[in-house]
């Protein structure tokens, strides 16, 4: 199939293009994306077309690409022990997951709050990879390899020109969390 943009011009990685439903009125078919911010970068997971992210495909991410990914991201100041945040959804909190994790060696932070968007950084790195899409955004309709190959390029362009934010982004937590109590849970600057 073919991988079009909606008429109003947003792509796949767009919160509204998340569901098929929203996907397949503007005649392109959903490309679901997994993301890892940590150290400074961004990791990327296209999931095969077609597929959604279940306890099956979380497990295999955690067993084939953080092995990889976490000792880039951190180098030699990576610990016996990290600690990662993550989203609520029911699969990446299923007890395969949750297992492979701990084989990974992460510790998962538990006591976050479901819905903000303010203490979830990686939303904010999304958004810097959909600038870099919209700069790069073909003038006819792409495949899905050519979608997924120019996503690969705005991630890498991202952890390459705007690393400084990411680092930023991922040592900010405290900070955010403070801003989030100060507005009472309302949204704050982040």
């Known amino acids: ?21 929203s996907y397949w009125k503007s005649q392109g078919k959903c490309i679901r994306i997994w993301g890892l911010l940590c150290g400074g970068m961004v990791f990327v997971f296209v999931l095969p077309a077609g597929e ?30 990290a600690f990662l945040v993550q989203d609520h959804e ?15 060696g992460i510790s998962l932070l538990k006591n976050y709050p479901k819905c903000s968007q303010d203490l979830n950084p990686i939303e904010t790195v999304w958004r810097e ?22 996503l690969r390029l705005a991630v890498a362009w991202v952890n390459r ?3 400084n934010y990411l680092l930023e982004l991922c040592s900010s937590q ?11 849970g309302g949204r704050t600057k982040h």
Do not use: H
Not at 129 to 150: C, D, G, H, N, S
Not at 174 to 184: F, N
């Open 161 to 163: 020109n705007r690393r």
């Open 90 to 104: 029911r699969s990446l909190w299923a007890d395969p997951s949750l297992e492979a994790l701990e084989g990974a």
């Open 1 to 21: 199939g073919f991988v079009w943009r909606q008429a109003n011009g947003s792509d796949g990685l767009y919160e509204d293009c998340v569901g098929p439903s």
């Open 129 to 150: 990879i959909r600038a870099r899409l919209a700069v790069t955004e073909p003038i006819r309709i792409e495949m899905r390899e050519e979608f997924v190959k120019r």
């Open 174 to 184: 405290k900070e955010r969390a403070l801003d989030v109590q100060l507005q009472l």
């Open 52 to 81: 959604c992210m279940n306890k099956v495909w979380y497990k295999w991410v955690i067993e084939n690409k953080f092995r990889k990914w976490l000792p880039q991201a951190l180098g030699r100041r990576r610990a016996k022990k």
